[in-house]
């Protein structure tokens, strides 16, 4: 399977930036929003404040200018003026350079420590920034990996708790988390959809249980 997703996508790795407050920045503006909105609000931000220091001082009010336009730039601009604050008070200065000297446990205790992230963010800052070998769930990771049978939910309504993140991880080798993490995204992007899987189409339909009665809708991890 995994071949075969990288056949067709080629660990495409969506935008995400090597720099880890560059992709907690990037996770910000792209929660909620459709990815030709946040790519433009990342950018714009990005150019507002083209160092971290100039971030570093900036209000809410200021920080949500750039992001109008991918929606829900107050609750965004809050949260990245927080989040900003206790990066602040733990390193003394806005970076997350330091996360590269703790193993994965420290650096997820502290990443979820940090207000709005939980697992699924956290574990996105350390793979694509810091090289860590964790397997996000997102919401396309758990509705294929529901699909093909990997995992069942523990919550009634099928919502990914993070002790189901856990669970899923711990299934996925280490060498293959980053490339079946990138290619499940580009997966439920074009074929395996929440409320219409093209199932006819999907690249690994032979190897998934719910071939052509996976079209109830999903809930979103």
């Not at 709005?116 to 350390?126: D, F, I, L, S, T």
Request: aromatic residues 8%.
């Amino acid at each position: 399977m995994a071949a075969i997703l990288r056949g067709r996508y080629g660990d495409h790795s969506h935008f995400n930036r090597r720099n880890p407050l560059d992709e907690l920045l990037f996770i910000f503006c792209s929660t909620k929003t459709q990815e030709s909105s946040y790519l433009g609000t990342y950018a714009a931000l990005r150019e507002e404040f083209s160092t971290f220091s100039r971030l570093a001082e900036a209000p809410a009010e200021f920080i949500a200018r750039p992001l109008v336009p991918g929606g829900l730039h107050r609750q965004k601009s809050q949260a990245i003026r927080m989040t900003c604050d206790a990066i602040i008070e733990r390193f003394g200065r806005l970076t997350l350079a330091p996360l590269q000297d703790l193993d994965d446990a420290a650096c997820e205790a502290f990443l979820t420590s940090l207000p709005g992230v939980g697992k699924k963010v956290a574990r996105c800052v350390m793979m694509y920034s810091l090289g860590r070998e964790v397997f996000p769930v997102d919401t396309h990771c758990w509705r294929i990996a529901r699909r093909l049978g990997w995992v069942r939910p523990t919550q009634k309504d099928g919502h990914c708790a993070p002790r189901d993140m856990d669970r899923l991880q711990k299934k996925i080798p280490l060498h293959l988390r980053f490339s079946l993490h990138v290619n499940f995204v580009s997966l439920g992007r074009e074929f395996c959809k929440a409320g219409a899987p093209d199932c006819g189409s999907c690249p690994i339909r032979s190897l998934c249980k719910q071939v052509g009665i996976g079209a109830q809708s999903e809930p979103r991890s």
